[in-house]
């Protein structure tokens, strides 16, 4: 393009990103991140999409979350998927006051939280420990109608029974109708290891769903 003297647009930039970020190439995305800003063209939300998530994906997230917070500060408008990958990205570098703000301020940008969203939070919860948050933030879920997704339901179970939490577990297991929600392999392969351990959890999984 450059040979034939022919500007590349926001599309064209977007689908280089995006090829760069998903090779691990991030020092040359990052380049031409910063030519394409130079050069004038239109940065749309999709880029800075395609940027943030390349900078988690590629493990620089603290790189990520400063390029946030200064198109923030220009009152960027994100949308909910930017949203969602910048509270995974705060969890993971241990930054879960900011993950929690961020997630409380969804509203005042005019954000509703939907199905990733609660599953972001949920899955880092449980990853902290902090099951009992982790099932307040399930039932917050159910409550503004988000059906959550058959791969969440078996990371919370898997979770719980790895904890043994299995009454818990229970509870979760009875949302497997084997249509919209199923069972996972690793799921199913975790049960009966435990079912065939003799173990303190025995009478415990006698009452798991049949």
């Known amino acids: 393009m450059e040979h ?14 995006d090829g760069l970020f998903h090779a691990g190439a991030t020092i040359v995305a990052k380049k031409l991140f910063n030519e394409m800003i130079e050069s004038g063209t239109t940065v749309s939300i999709s880029t800075y999409r395609i940027v943030l998530g390349g900078f988690c994906r590629n493990n620089c997230t603290d790189e990520a979350i400063v390029l946030f917070q200064k198109l923030g500060a220009m009152n960027v408008k994100f949308d909910i998927a930017i949203l ?87 509870n979760y297991m009875s949302k497997v109708d084997g249509k919209i929600i199923s069972f996972e392999a690793l799921t199913t392969s975790l049960l ?19």
């Open 4 to 17: 034939n003297r022919v500007k590349p647009d926001t599309v064209a930039y977007n689908i280089i990103l």
């Open 84 to 170: 969602n990958t910048m509270i995974n990205a705060m969890y993971k570098v241990q930054r879960r006051e900011e993950a929690n703000d961020l997630f409380a301020s969804l509203p005042a940008c005019g954000l509703v939280p939907n199905a990733s969203t609660y599953g972001v939070v949920i899955q880092n919860l449980l990853k902290e420990g902090s099951l009992e948050e982790a099932d307040n933030m399930f039932s917050s879920m159910e409550k503004s109608g988000c059906a959550p997704s058959s791969r969440l339901i078996n990371y919370i179970i898997r979770t719980l029974l790895e904890n043994g939490e299995i009454v818990n577990a229970a």
């Open 192 to 210: 009966l290891s435990l079912f065939l351990e003799k173990g303190k959890y025995q009478e415990q999984l006698q009452l798991l769903p049949a």
